[in-house]
């Protein structure tokens, strides 16, 4: 397995987020989904991050060739928001490339093999040696511009455990009403009429919305996601030139 993570049905989408590990050549259906490198799904990794006041929200700024983005990392998501952080005090993810973008759906970073990648290869297999028990929220969900933790897919991981450094942050696409009442009945859960709202004026993916973490959100720099989601791609969804970025922590 290579590679890790619209919807034409629910049957399709949930699809699209479920691992293939025999498929070296999978798109799609492993998108958001880390690769192989899972040693731990149900232990609290080893996070040295200072702990933040729970009345201050963490920023960071990822830095690209197309622009910066600010990010606020949620409260309520500890374990990934002290994750994130240590890996920014480290410099863990500076010089990695967004190596799987679709456009109207999202861009994923985070893997460390990429800090040199080679040309045409397929990445998605590095990370840390260890998982993050999932921290699934209600209150947080897939609008355009949410943060969250790619992981392996659920065959393999029933607990839902995230990646220690891969993520992706949202573009998604707008939805009518209509569209939302079918996919809440098809997945059999009630979306709030607050969250309707959002995925109807700003959009984002609704049908992730409690199998990944989402842990937090871009507050500034809305277009870079644009930008780079517009890339052309080539094989398993990696951009033709590559987009490297810079994670550093803000107001600390």
Do not use: W
């Amino acid at each position: 397995m290579k590679n890790l993570l619209i919807i034409l049905s629910l049957f399709i989408g949930l699809s699209l987020i479920n691992i293939s590990c025999n498929n070296s050549t999978a798109q799609k259906q492993n998108l958001i989904s880390d690769g192989e490198n899972t040693t731990i799904i149900d232990e609290t990794p080893k996070i040295e991050a200072e702990k933040i006041p729970q009345e201050k929200e963490q920023l960071l700024k990822i830095s690209t060739e197309y622009g910066d983005m600010t990010v606020k990392l949620y409260n309520e998501t500890p374990l990934h928001r002290d994750n994130f952080i240590k890996l920014a005090k480290e410099g863990y993810l500076n010089g990695t490339i967004f190596h799987r973008v679709i456009k109207n759906f999202m861009i994923q970073g985070g893997d460390p093999d990429t800090k040199n990648a080679i040309p045409g290869a397929m990445y998605g297999n590095g990370g840390p040696a260890y998982t993050i028990p999932a921290e699934f929220n209600p209150k947080l969900f897939h609008k355009k511009g949410a943060l969250a933790a790619a992981r392996m897919g659920d065959a393999q991981n029933p607990l839902k455990a995230s990646s220690g450094s891969q993520f992706y942050i949202v573009q998604g696409k707008t939805y009518t009403n209509e569209e939302l009442t079918n996919l809440s009945t098809q997945m059999r859960r009630v979306i709030p009429a607050d969250q309707k709202a959002v995925y109807m004026s700003v959009g984002g993916v609704p049908f992730l919305d409690m199998g990944y973490t989402v842990f937090g959100e871009v507050v500034m720099g809305m277009d870079v996601i644009d930008k780079i989601a517009a890339v052309k791609t080539l094989t398993a969804d990696r951009p033709e030139k590559d987009i490297k970025m810079t994670v550093s922590l803000l107001e600390e």
